[in-house]
């Protein structure tokens, strides 16, 4: 078994997730999307959705038109479904997900009742599709957002058990189609039992995680359930393809045979990502809070000493961070957080904050490299900092960015 220091485990998971070296983010937004294995969805948009700021983040200013035709290409590159939530998946991942096609057949049942209207509905897509719930009749009967038409309900029930698929989205609306046209026919015929499929799904994610817990593969995964005690069984019997590490000042493993004792394993690797040591340049980026980096709360306070939480859905009044704070990666640490909005062609952080123990130069000079290659990715030629809550980054920061009055030439 391997002895991971914390270090060494962080500068694995980094590479992994395409932020350490050159080589890790090769392959555009498909090869991204390939090495992360799913790329999270969320209706939230302030400088870009999150499925466009995961790729800018390991990427750099592509283009945004660009990295929507990489997610969205004709043919079909990608699918989405249930993931870790709602996720973009690269196309020859279809077959994996088969276990959950048959659970949600089984149960006939998600959010909402399945209305008699689904055979109808199959029936429009197979004469009309592609469509979107627009051509169906739209989504909503008039109440709040979970208030879904008969028709919105069959379609996604449609797309749970895989007879139609979303390859693609106009604005942010999904277009469905039948999953025979969209998904080809080796995809569609590859049979594989539960365990086949979770063995996999657990593979990707411990290759896409780098180092993981049991923990972060199953929120990964989002397997639970008899479901769980398989990726178990994959992890013990090795089908999964992950090795057992310690790494140290991790949490004790807890399994389904309890917790281990101290001297155990507590994490599971992908061999090939401890082959050679993690070398090459850091990325300096903002992060969306639903990248796979950090979606996990428990899984950023273990990797980065980050206590992060979403506020967009806590009251105003009861905010620390900041509506949508994005944390601020730079040489493989979280040195801040900013919580950003865009007014025409200024980019505006209306809250900017330093994590403790950092110095504080070097943070400032992240923070504001972190924010012009950002603003120059959406468009806009000017910063502006409306407050900053450590009054000795204040100063450093705010004539940082007066001194840099203009986007940088390059990617940070």
């Known amino acids: 078994m391997t002895d991971l220091t914390a270090d060494e485990a962080r500068r694995i998971i980094l590479r992994a997730q395409g932020f350490l070296g ?9 090869g991204m999307l390939r090495r992360v294995g799913a790329v999270q969805l969320d209706t939230i948009s302030v400088l870009a959705r999150s ?12 283009g945004r038109a660009a990295a929507e035709r990489a997610y969205w290409h004709d043919p079909a590159q990608a699918f989405e479904y249930w993931c870790h939530a709602a996720c973009i998946l690269p196309l020859e991942h279809w077959p994996l997900y088969a276990f959950r096609r048959r659970a949600y057949r089984e149960r006939r049942y998600r ?19 592609p ?52 998904v080809p026919r080796e995809l569609l015929d590859r049979e594989m039992t539960d365990a086949e499929g979770v063995a996999a799904l657990t593979a990707i994610a411990g290759r896409s995680l780098g180092v993981a817990t049991r923990a972060d593969l199953v929120d990964f995964t989002r397997v639970r359930g008899g479901y769980a005690e398989l990726l178990d069984d994959a992890l013990e019997s090795g089908a999964a393809g992950l090795v057992p590490v310690r790494v140290s000042g991790w949490p004790a493993s807890r399994s389904r045979r309890g917790t281990a004792g101290d001297g155990a394993a507590n994490a599971w690797a992908d061999p090939a990502a401890m082959e050679s040591e993690p070398r090459g340049r850091h990325r300096t980026t903002l992060l969306s809070p639903f990248d796979s980096l950090i979606w996990e709360r428990a899984r950023a306070e273990r990797v980065f000493g980050l206590n992060h939480r979403l506020e967009a859905y806590v009251p105003k009044h009861k905010r620390v961070h900041g509506y949508f704070a994005m944390p601020v990666l730079a040489g493989g640490r979280i040195v801040g957080r900013v919580d950003p909005a865009r007014e025409g062609s200024v980019l505006v952080a209306r809250q900017v904050g330093f994590e403790p123990g950092l110095r504080p130069a070097a943070a400032v000079e992240a923070m504001r490299d972190a924010l012009w290659e950002a603003a120059s990715w959406v468009g806009c030629t000017s910063v502006r900092v409306e407050r900053v809550t450590s009054p000795e980054h204040e100063g450093p920061l705010r004539a940082a960015l007066a001194a840099q009055a203009e986007p940088p030439d390059g990617p940070a």
């Open 22 to 30: 050159a080589r890790s983010r090769s392959g555009g937004v498909r």
């Open 51 to 62: 499925h466009e700021l995961v790729a800018y983040a390991r990427l750099g200013a592509i």
């Open 111 to 129: 959010w909402h009742e399945v209305p008699p209207t689904i055979d109808k509905i199959l029936e429009q897509v197979r004469q009309d599709g």
């Open 131 to 182: 469509i979107t719930t627009t051509d169906i009749g739209g989504a909503k009967n008039g109440g709040p957002w979970w208030d879904w038409s008969d028709a919105k309900i069959s379609i996604e029930y449609l797309l749970d058990i895989g007879e139609v698929v979303c390859t693609r989205r106009i604005g942010w609306r999904r277009v469905y189609d039948l999953a025979e046209r969209a």
